[in-house]
């Protein structure tokens, strides 16, 4: 009798397609059995490329010699730790009575590369192979994907894609890091008064050391400007709210050069002068020039993707995005929430036609048991997929991480953050089906003389969605306590705002956010309502408040996830964003883990308290070393370029040989390019510039001197910066190939 294989990623993920199932077989060595099914799993990888040694033994030594190192063909190797498990899936895999085998690995394409290493090492043929695709571990999920399993073939450019992203790392990380390291290593080495010094590089990690490392120079240049802004306090029914004076066209400094921008002066006495100017005439007036009131409406935001989870986790919890990915992917396991490697935040068409279930499953969730039942009887979740939260086209692999409305028994097997994610999900979740939150904005424009004056007020009139926002465990602020409702602005729920993600731009300038929204009670909303051009009002004082421009914020653990998931975004060049805007650089499945690796190898240093993100000494130094010999791989503009190709060959657009070209013909230029440098004479002087940035650094190589001199082969060449790479993959219309922006030059 012939029989399906079902094999899965991990252990626990096999355990529910045997549940599903319904194998009631016993558990053998590796594996679950039924009369007609078995069920097996890999422990993660169970395969891996292998070392340059294993090719030929003159690799293990790191020679310029043998640089660049392009293989023909690939080798791969078994992971000792898990050769067991291996063998036990091979012997499975090949048995005569297995005819059709389901690939029941992670639904992207880190889990679809994890399944075509281990058949081919295994030397799978003649057999069916059909692929799995989930987006929940849920039993009726399970059973679907089953049913609607595809040939694996169907697959083969996702796999593609995945091969050739473990190759791209493989081949900069191996060329450029021993280069590097044989070039600079004695350098740095010396410097730092170490034994030995190797300089790991990468296509992603390394510009992300790029992106702290600028901020952090950016911080320490940035100059603090002092500005002086003029209020007047008005009164108005007993109450009091501030005016702030900007020199608008008619004031007597529009466009003259004592303003720092138009709502303040560089210099005290020039705001001083003003405030005397204008109190000549006593008792101190204003004229109500133009009032303006609208109702505003505030969305529910969109749901959540892994980045926008991780960032949200970063401020709650002060967790890393490592750890949130693992609580995630618990809560995935454990049937709560739906496929958390996703960088979609909104639902499919086919999710939002059956959401009734995940709505339905939640009335039994304590946190939200009234929420639910209410969300039913309104019928809210009916007209979903017109609203802005459904769209297939934003959607790649996975939709939305969302609650299941399954699984709750096992919440109370994890952890008590565990627990405070799940409820976070589950509230962004519940905030779609409520009406937008509405607020009344109130303008005005008051005149003393001819200098204009600005009031603006903004009152909560109903809370919509905020009515469910917030969650259980939230300190509730003070403004929650104030009658009537009337709140500045969404109080009470960290995390559930829409936010912008920190792409790196700075906006570090308190004067920027001086004209505010200001809190308003009941009664002076009431003498507002009533105001009127034309009314006059007293002046009860003017005065000055004195301010300062902010340096740009240093990445958290969350926003730097965000500020990767955006860095199309950080490219300046306005085609070239265009061509990519919709890339990062690495993916959602990868971003926490190189974070991770960089502060592992001391490039970076995460405060685990507050999850500030900041450069060490050593990162800097590599960082210079780069800067210096390769920068394209510091510049957003080229990784996030590599991965637009990738997505390229997964759509099918472009060749595998035509990507592996490119990237060939990039890793043996700029090797070759490093093997000619010779830069070791203007190193100290950026590392000395970083050194005294960080404690007894600079006492430490005050009495070194420059350091053992490197051997070095080729010509001595000046340190003179390369210009950043500007290339992205580009579609022809007329042929899929990768062109370049630059004179339309392939990518080098």
């Not at 004592?258 to 204008?278: C, D, P, S, T, V």
């Given at each position: 009798?012939?029989?399906?294989?079902?094999?899965?990623?991990?252990?626990?993920?096999?355990?529910?397609?045997?549940?599903?199932?319904?194998?009631?077989?016993?558990?053998?060595?590796?594996?679950?059995?039924?009369?007609?099914?078995?069920?097996?799993?890999?422990?993660?990888?169970?395969?891996?490329?292998?070392?340059?040694?294993?090719?030929?033994?003159?690799?293990?030594?790191?020679?310029?010699?043998?640089?660049?190192?392009?293989?023909?063909?690939?080798?791969?190797?078994?992971?000792?730790?898990?050769?067991?498990?291996?063998?036990?899936?091979?012997?499975?895999?090949?048995?005569?009575?297995?005819?059709?085998?389901?690939?029941?690995?992670?639904?992207?394409?880190?889990?679809?590369?994890?399944?075509?290493?281990?058949?081919?090492?295994?030397?799978?043929?003649?057999?069916k192979e059909k692929r799995v695709w989930i987006d929940s571990q849920t039993e009726e999920e399970i059973m679907r994907g089953i049913?609607?399993?595809?040939?694996?073939?169907?697959?083969?450019?996702?796999?593609?894609?995945?091969?050739?992203?473990?190759?791209?790392?493989?081949?900069?990380?191996?060329?450029?890091?021993?280069?590097?390291?044989?070039?600079?290593?004695?350098?740095?080495?010396?410097?730092?008064?170490?034994?030995?010094?190797?300089?790991?590089?990468?296509?992603?990690?390394?510009?992300?050391?790029?992106?702290?490392?600028?901020?952090?120079?950016?911080?320490?240049?940035?100059?603090?400007?002092?500005?002086?802004?003029?209020?007047?306090?008005?009164?108005?029914?007993?109450?009091?709210?501030?005016?702030?004076w900007r020199a608008v066209e008619g004031s007597r400094y529009f466009q003259t050069p004592y303003l720092y921008k138009e709502n303040?002066?560089?210099?005290?006495?020039?705001?001083?002068?003003?405030?005397?100017?204008?109190?000549?005439?006593?008792?101190?007036?204003?004229?109500?020039?133009?009032?303006?009131?609208?109702?505003?409406?505030?969305?529910?935001?969109?749901?959540?993707?892994?980045?926008?989870?991780?960032?949200?986790?970063?401020?709650?919890?002060?967790?890393?995005?490592?750890?949130?990915?693992?609580?995630?992917?618990?809560?995935?396991?454990?049937?709560?929430?739906?496929?958390?490697?996703?960088?979609?935040?909104?639902?499919?068409?086919?999710?939002?036609?059956?959401?009734?279930?995940?709505?339905?499953?939640?009335?039994?969730?304590?946190?939200?048991?009234?929420?639910?039942?209410?969300?039913?009887?309104?019928?809210?979740?009916?007209?979903?997929?017109?609203?802005?939260?459904?769209?297939?086209?934003?959607?790649?692999?996975?939709?939305?991480?969302?609650?299941?409305?399954?699984?709750?028994?096992?919440?109370?097997?994890?952890?008590?953050?565990?627990?405070?994610?799940?409820?976070?999900?589950?509230?962004?979740?519940?905030?779609?089906?409520?009406?937008?939150?509405?607020?009344?904005?109130?303008?005005?424009?008051?005149?003393?003389?001819?200098?204009?004056?600005?009031?603006?007020?903004?009152?909560?009139?109903?809370?919509?969605?905020?009515?469910?926002?917030?969650?259980?465990?939230?300190?509730?602020?003070?403004?929650?306590?104030?009658?009537?409702?009337?709140?500045?602005?969404?109080?009470?729920?960290?995390?559930?705002?829409?936010?912008?993600?920190?792409?790196?731009?700075?906006?570090?300038?308190?004067?920027?956010?001086?004209?505010?929204?200001?809190?308003?009670?009941?009664?002076?909303?009431?003498?507002?309502?009533?105001?009127?051009?034309?009314?006059?009002?007293?002046?009860?004082?003017?005065?000055?408040?004195?301010?300062?421009?902010?340096?740009?914020?240093?990445?958290?653990?969350?926003?730097?996830?965000?500020?990767?998931?955006?860095?199309?975004?950080?490219?300046?060049?306005?085609?070239?964003?265009?061509?990519?805007?919709?890339?990062?650089?690495?993916?959602?499945?990868?971003?926490?883990?190189?974070?991770?690796?960089?502060?592992?190898?001391?490039?970076?240093?995460?405060?685990?308290?507050?999850?500030?993100?900041?450069?060490?000494?050593?990162?800097?130094?590599?960082?210079?070393?780069?800067?210096?010999?390769?920068?394209?791989?510091?510049?957003?503009?080229?990784?996030?370029?590599?991965?637009?190709?990738?997505?390229y060959v997964a759509e099918g657009s472009i060749t595998e040989q035509e990507y592996m070209d490119k990237l060939e013909h990039f890793?043996?230029?700029?090797?070759?390019?490093?093997?000619?440098?010779?830069?070791?004479?203007?190193?100290?002087?950026?590392?000395?510039?970083?050194?005294?940035?960080?404690?007894?650094?600079?006492?430490?190589?005050?009495?070194?001197?420059?350091?053992?001199?490197?051997?070095?082969?080729?010509?001595?060449?000046?340190?003179?910066?390369?210009?950043?790479?500007?290339?992205?993959?580009?579609?022809?219309?007329?042929?899929?190939?990768?062109?370049?922006?630059?004179?339309?030059?392939?990518?080098?």
């Amino acid at each position: 009798m012939s029989k399906a294989l079902y094999i899965a990623e991990k252990p626990s993920v096999a355990q529910e397609f045997a549940k599903a199932l319904k194998i009631n077989g016993q558990r053998r060595d590796g594996y679950l059995e039924s009369q007609d099914s078995v069920v097996t799993w890999c422990v993660g990888h169970l395969v891996t490329m292998s070392y340059p040694e294993k090719y030929d033994i003159k690799y293990k030594r790191w020679s310029l010699d043998t640089l660049p190192f392009l293989p023909r063909e690939f080798k791969y190797e078994v992971i000792p730790g898990v050769q067991k498990q291996f063998e036990i899936v091979k012997g499975l895999l090949n048995r005569e009575d297995v005819d059709t085998i389901y690939v029941c690995t992670d639904s992207g394409r880190e889990g679809e590369y994890i399944y075509r290493l281990v058949a081919q090492m295994a030397g799978v043929h003649g057999k069916k192979e059909k692929r799995v695709w989930i987006d929940s571990q849920t039993e009726e999920e399970i059973m679907r994907g089953i049913r609607e399993a595809k040939d694996l073939s169907a697959y083969d450019n996702l796999s593609a894609s995945a091969y050739l992203r473990a190759k791209e790392d493989y081949l900069m990380g191996i060329n450029f890091s021993r280069v590097l390291t044989l070039r600079y290593g004695n350098s740095v080495s010396n410097y730092l008064n170490t034994k030995y010094q190797a300089i790991s590089v990468g296509r992603v990690m390394t510009c992300v050391l790029g992106m702290v490392v600028r901020r952090e120079r950016e911080i320490r240049a940035f100059v603090k400007t002092p500005f002086y802004r003029v209020l007047s306090s008005i009164a108005l029914e007993g109450e009091n709210f501030e005016g702030e004076w900007r020199a608008v066209e008619g004031s007597r400094y529009f466009q003259t050069p004592y303003l720092y921008k138009e709502n303040g002066f560089k210099e005290k006495a020039y705001a001083e002068k003003l405030i005397q100017e204008l109190s000549v005439s006593q008792p101190l007036k204003c004229t109500v020039e133009k009032i303006e009131r609208k109702k505003e409406n505030r969305n529910p935001p969109l749901l959540f993707n892994l980045a926008e989870l991780q960032n949200v986790c970063s401020k709650l919890f002060k967790i890393s995005p490592d750890e949130t990915l693992k609580i995630v992917q618990e809560l995935y396991e454990k049937k709560l929430v739906t496929y958390p490697r996703t960088d979609a935040r909104v639902l499919s068409t086919a999710a939002a036609k059956e959401i009734y279930k995940n709505i339905s499953g939640l009335r039994n969730y304590e946190h939200t048991a009234e929420i639910a039942q209410h969300i039913i009887e309104q019928g809210n979740y009916k007209n979903l997929a017109k609203t802005r939260y459904v769209n297939d086209k934003q959607i790649t692999d996975h939709y939305a991480i969302v609650p299941t409305g399954q699984g709750l028994n096992a919440l109370r097997s994890v952890s008590l953050t565990a627990q405070r994610v799940y409820e976070t999900i589950v509230r962004r979740f519940v905030c779609i089906f409520y009406p937008p939150a509405v607020y009344q904005k109130i303008s005005l424009v008051t005149k003393i003389q001819n200098e204009s004056f600005f009031s603006s007020f903004k009152v909560l009139l109903d809370e919509g969605y905020l009515k469910v926002a917030t969650n259980s465990f939230a300190k509730r602020k003070a403004a929650d306590a104030m009658s009537g409702g009337n709140r500045a602005g969404a109080a009470g729920n960290e995390g559930s705002e829409e936010e912008d993600p920190d792409t790196g731009k700075n906006g570090g300038n308190k004067a920027d956010d001086s004209a505010e929204d200001m809190a308003c009670d009941t009664r002076l909303l009431a003498a507002l309502q009533n105001l009127k051009k034309g009314d006059i009002l007293s002046v009860d004082s003017l005065s000055i408040k004195e301010g300062e421009t902010s340096p740009p914020k240093r990445y958290n653990s969350g926003s730097m996830i965000l500020a990767m998931e955006n860095a199309g975004q950080l490219i300046e060049d306005e085609e070239l964003r265009a061509q990519i805007k919709s890339c990062g650089i690495g993916t959602s499945a990868t971003r926490a883990e190189i974070l991770k690796k960089l502060c592992n190898i001391k490039y970076l240093a995460l405060n685990k308290k507050t999850q500030v993100i900041t450069p060490t000494l050593l990162g800097e130094m590599i960082f210079d070393v780069v800067n210096c010999s390769i920068r394209q791989l510091l510049n957003p503009e080229l990784t996030a370029s590599w991965e637009k190709g990738l997505n390229y060959v997964a759509e099918g657009s472009i060749t595998e040989q035509e990507y592996m070209d490119k990237l060939e013909h990039f890793v043996r230029l700029r090797t070759r390019q490093v093997e000619d440098s010779n830069i070791q004479p203007y190193l100290r002087q950026f590392f000395d510039a970083a050194a005294v940035n960080y404690k007894d650094s600079s006492e430490k190589n005050s009495a070194k001197t420059t350091g053992r001199s490197t051997s070095a082969t080729g010509r001595s060449r000046t340190c003179r910066k390369p210009s950043a790479s500007k290339y992205a993959f580009v579609t022809d219309k007329r042929k899929h190939v990768i062109i370049a922006r630059e004179k339309r030059k392939i990518l080098c």
